[in-house]
Nanobody
Framework: QVQVVQSGGGLVQAGGSLKLSCAASGSIFSINAMGWYRQAPGKQRELVAAITSGGSTNYADAVKGRFTISRDNAKNTIYLQMNSLKPEDTAVYYC?????????WGQGTQVTVSS
């Protein structure tokens, strides 16, 4: 079992920055990858960025060059640094941990970008 707890988010003006954090606990040895997803009202949940246990990363085209996913292995935490935010980045952001036993989601956090 893996527990995933998110923090960060909030309201920011367009062009601003926010940083999200996601801390994993429990059977962290079983985690293969962690990632950030988002879901805007009326839309499907989509991948924003992911990082594997080996450190490989991938990003959605819409956030490349603006968002950066990183991790602190000592703290079992991943981060999503979001710069140059746009109103279309407004969504509930979720952290997910993929393990050999299944996937575990965080509680979600609202990010709102005003124009």
């Amino acid at each position: 079992q893996v527990q995933v707890v998110q923090s960060g988010g909030g309201l920011v003006q367009a062009g601003g920055s926010l940083k999200l954090s996601c801390a994993a606990s429990g059977s962290i040895f079983s985690i293969n990858a962690m990632g950030w997803y988002r879901q805007a009202p009326g839309k499907q949940r989509e991948l924003v960025a992911a990082i594997t246990s080996g450190g490989s990363t991938n990003y959605a085209d819409a956030v490349k060059g603006r968002f950066t996913i990183s991790r602190d292995n000592a703290k079992n935490t991943i981060y999503l640094q979001m710069n140059s935010l746009k109103p279309e980045d407004t969504a509930v952001y979720y952290c997910k941990a993929d393990t050999r036993y299944g996937s575990y989601w965080g509680q979600g956090t609202q990010v709102t970008v005003s124009s």
